[in-house]
DNA sequence: CGTTCGATGCACT
DNA sequence: GTGCATCGAACGT
């Protein structure tokens, strides 16, 4: 079942835990990708330093302050498409960044897209669990483009879905990959989940 | 093991 | 002109 758009009319801690283990679905045409969230972070406001509204309404962080269910998708470091979902009623400038799936449909075109990136010409082939780790991974391999900004989520060609499935434990902890901001904990995932971004995790048996 | 840095485009000051 | 909600290779220790 495709959530409805009032599940993102809610606090957006609430809409960022509650997308733990719901389905990202990209379907165009006859080619259909998806992946089980594992990672998201909020963020909250005009307060919030590291949210794109903090300098006030903008052309660019528009969609912020629109109504939620809504993709909010922009460009960043000049390459990667970085894909959010509006949360909170209109008015109340939310999102909630999607930053690691796990791939569960539509995996050889995900490899596909994945290794026509300029710096993965070349390169072995993406392994699965790294197909969606990171947030400009998962929007390339599903390939969301900038072209999604301002789409409603609650129909194809975009949308998140609930399958019933369970979360396992969820963790909360500090937002990655920003300068301030960071006192908030405000990322959730998956604990110990192999597609999460981030530092790596630590392989093998650890030392006795 | 750790840190640095280039690629690359656009919104914002 | 500056600075990113990144990625991953290249370096240093």
Redesign the pocket.
């Known amino acids: 079942m495709i959530l409805p758009a009032d599940f993102y009319h809610r606090p957006t801690l609430d809409v960022a835990r509650d997308l733990i283990g719901k389905v990202l679905v990209r379907d165009a045409r006859s080619t259909r990708t998806a992946g089980v969230i594992v990672e998201v ?1 909020a ?1 909250i406001g005009e307060d919030d330093p ?4 903090a ?8 969609p ?1 302050y629109g109504p939620p269910g809504v993709a ?1 998708v ?7 498409a ?3 979902a509006v949360t909170e009623p209109e008015g109340a400038p939310a ?6 799936l796990e791939p569960v449909e539509g995996l050889s075109l995900m490899r596909r897209r ?1 290794s026509r ?4 010409r070349g ?2 082939l ?1 392994p699965d669990h ?1 197909l969606c ?8 391999a599903l390939g969301i483009t ?1 072209a999604d900004n301002r789409r409603r989520l609650t129909a194809p060609p975009l949308s998140i879905e609930d399958r019933g499935l369970t979360a396992g434990e969820i963790e909360w902890s500090s ?6 901001g960071t006192e908030h904990a405000w990322r959730c995932s998956a604990r110990g989940h192999a597609s999460l ?4 995790t ?2 093998g048996p650890s030392p006795a």
């Open positions: 972070e963020y590291a949210c794109h509204a300098p006030g309404p903008t052309a660019r962080n528009a912020l909010y922009y460009l960043n470091y000049g390459l990667h970085l894909f959010n999102a909630v960044l999607i930053r690691a994945r990136a300029p710096w993965r390169k072995p993406v790294e780790r990171g947030p400009g991974n998962l929007t390339c900038l937002r990655i990959g920003i300068s301030v971004s981030g530092p790596r630590r392989r």
